[in-house]
């Protein structure tokens, strides 16, 4: 059974970098998936924040993409999202999920970021 | 990229029939097959309904049911029921290794 589980602070202080952790069980991070982060903003919808192959090959959102570091660490089978110069607006539950082929299969419950100081 | 627009909300009865559009534009819904749906509850994660425009993952329903026209892509319900009020998402291959969801359809069941 896949299971994903996200980690990470849930307060972070303007201008900070917000940093989480995807736990991945079930399957090894080194298969030929893509792993990937969304996030949705309190009663919002959700927006594609980028993804990660095993090869540390990374794809982002543009409009995020200055802001985005994502990588992956086989010896604990899990991948991480960095997001720099955070404000308000990066207030949010954020998921990591599975990508396998066209569609997000596997999701993590969410852990919500609040940007405060 | 902009995100794909959908009603902000529909509605129907138990036992009818529904429809969620998903508009994209040539760049994306119409450019690709790669469309998936995703149900969510309350508080909890998205759940894959659809993908592959029309395919359905093991478990889901065949009540559930995707297709597409031009740069819009459609998820229908068929037979309503209580615990398919939810909001629904559509997602889109976008070109250029990304990805785009739509804005949520939130779908009440009378």
């Known amino acids: 059974q896949v299971h994903l589980q996200e980690s990470g602070p849930g307060l972070v202080k303007p201008s900070g970098t917000l940093s989480l952790t995807c736990a991945v069980s079930g399957v090894s991070i080194s298969s030929s998936n893509w792993w990937t982060w969304v996030r949705q903003p309190p009663g919002k919808g959700l927006e594609w924040i980028g993804e990660?192959?095993?090869?540390?090959?990374?794809n982002y959102n543009p409009s995020l993409r200055s802001r985005v570091t994502m990588s992956v660490d086989k010896s604990k089978n899990q991948f991480s999202l960095k997001m720099t110069s955070v404000t308000a607006a990066d207030t949010a539950v954020y998921y990591c999920a599975r990508r396998g082929g066209g569609a997000y299969d596997y999701w993590g419950q969410g852990t919500l970021v609040t940007v405060s100081s | 990229q902009s995100a794909l627009t959908q009603p902000a909300s529909v509605s129907g009865s138990p036992g009818q029939s529904i429809t969620i559009s998903c508009t994209g534009t040539s760049s994306d819904v119409g450019s690709y097959n790669l469309v998936s749906w995703y149900q969510q509850h309350p508080g909890k994660a998205p759940k894959l309904m659809i993908y592959e425009l029309y395919k359905r993952p093991s478990g889901v329903s065949n009540r559930f049911s995707g297709s597409k026209s031009g740069n819009t892509a459609s998820l229908t319900i068929s037979g309503l029921q209580a615990e398919d009020e939810a909001d629904y998402y559509c997602c889109s291959y976008a070109g250029f290794s990304t990805w785009v969801f739509g804005g949520g359809t939130k779908l009440t069941v009378l």
């Open positions: 990660v192959y095993q090869s540390g090959n990374a």
